[in-house]
């Protein structure tokens, strides 16, 4: 699925992608650090909660908080 202009303002645009598929919890920091000053981090979400990205750090988000967003919205 096309993902959008959006994508061009991403602070994660050009950084090493691997973060944010963290295999430490260190990986999982940095990203999650990126993605607090990105610009376009309301779309990324809403992207991933639309196409429910199961894996990856996505708007700011672990995989486990989008699961727990999901549950509360079928709630
Ligand atoms: S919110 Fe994070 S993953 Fe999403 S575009 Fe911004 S930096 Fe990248």
């Not at 645009?13 to 309301?42: K, N, Y």
């Amino acid at each position: 699925m096309k993902k959008g202009a959006w994508t061009e303002q991403a602070a994660c645009r050009g950084t090493d992608t691997e973060i944010f598929f963290p295999a430490t919890p260190a990986e999982e920091a940095e990203a999650l650090s990126i993605c607090a000053s990105c610009p376009v981090r309301a779309q990324c979400l809403g992207y991933a909660v639309r196409n429910r990205e199961t894996y990856g750090i996505w708007g700011g988000t672990t995989p486990e908080q989008r699961r727990r967003m999901r549950r509360e919205r079928a709630a």
